[in-house]
């Protein structure tokens, strides 16, 4: 059985394995009672006077609600996460870790000047599911017995956020605002301005590439977001000025997808609070 596991966990990107074991072990250990349900929440006032310094991480992918909220949240940031990294950006995890890397400091400094929330979960899942719709806007997602175009994603959760808690709307938009500046530079700003070709205002510093490789690994997502392998070899860094390829090129147009929250028609659905499209 230990091998069954270890095989599992070796078929999930870095990246990705890192964000999900992080986040459930986080919840079950603070569930269970031997990690305080303060130990991953963050406050920039008392930050720097404990040097607790996990706590902007850990405030990233805090688990938060009862265990079927939690259960969609860690699921949704799993295959959200797994389709980033093995399909959008084919495997290479450098440029991967580099766009975690520009969407979490841009939370960061959203949260400590506009919102001052102790967790930022909900902004973190927002800029996942906005850059998953990049890819897969033209699949179909279905909420209980509803099913529509992923590109109505995004609305559809913010209303959900407005409806369920008003107070979670603004880190939802500070998510959306966050995923979409990295979308602009690294996508629309070039076919605007085609000498952006001289320097890439996004592209991952070397020493990612030393630290992470460069070389596209094997991984490839298969769960519930509807993607499957590029069938060219410019899919796989498709979309975001990564490369041949049309946005969504790891996932045929009009498969149905699960979203956030959502369910593959078909499939059982979950009700709760906390159950909401993409956070």
């Known amino acids: ?60 992918v805090a688990i938060q609600g ?24 084919g495997g290479i995890t450098a440029r991967y870790a580099w766009w975690l ?3 979490s400091v841009f939370i960061w400094i959203g949260d400590y000047l506009l919102i001052n929330s102790p967790f930022y979960t909900r902004a973190f899942m927002m800029a996942l599911t906005y850059a998953w719709v990049q890819d897969h806007k033209y699949n179909q997602v279905s909420f209980y017995f509803v099913s529509f175009s992923a590109k109505f994603l995004l609305p559809v959760n913010l209303f959900i956020s407005l409806l369920d808690d008003p107070t979670d709307l603004y880190p939802c938009i500070l998510g959306i605002v966050a995923a979409h500046t990295f ?27 030393k630290l992470f490789g460069t070389e596209s690994s094997a991984y490839t997502s298969h769960i519930g977001t509807g993607s499957q392998a590029p069938t060219n070899p410019g899919a796989a860094a498709n979309a975001w000025g990564m490369g041949g390829g049309s946005a969504g090129g790891g996932a045929a147009e009009g498969a149905t997808t699960t979203g956030a929250s959502m369910r593959s028609e078909g499939s059982s659905s979950f009700s709760g609070r906390g159950q909401r499209l993409g956070t």
């Open 183 to 209: 979308y602009f530079l690294d996508t629309i700003y070039p076919t605007v301005y085609p000498t952006y070709g001289k320097f890439r205002i996004v592209e991952p510093p070397q020493f990612f590439y």
């Open 66 to 89: 009862n265990a079927i909220s939690a259960f969609y949240t860690a699921y949704q940031m799993y295959s959200y996460s797994n389709d980033m990294e093995a399909n959008h950006y």
């Open 1 to 60: 059985m230990p091998n069954v596991y270890n095989e599992f966990l070796k078929q999930i990107p870095p990246v990705t394995r890192v964000l999900t074991i992080t986040s459930v072990s986080v919840f079950v250990l603070s569930r269970l009672g031997f990690l305080s349900p303060y130990f991953p929440y963050n406050q920039w006032s008392t930050l720097f006077k404990t040097w607790e310094l996990w706590r902007p991480f850990t405030a990233l």
């Open 101 to 103: 890397t520009f969407i």
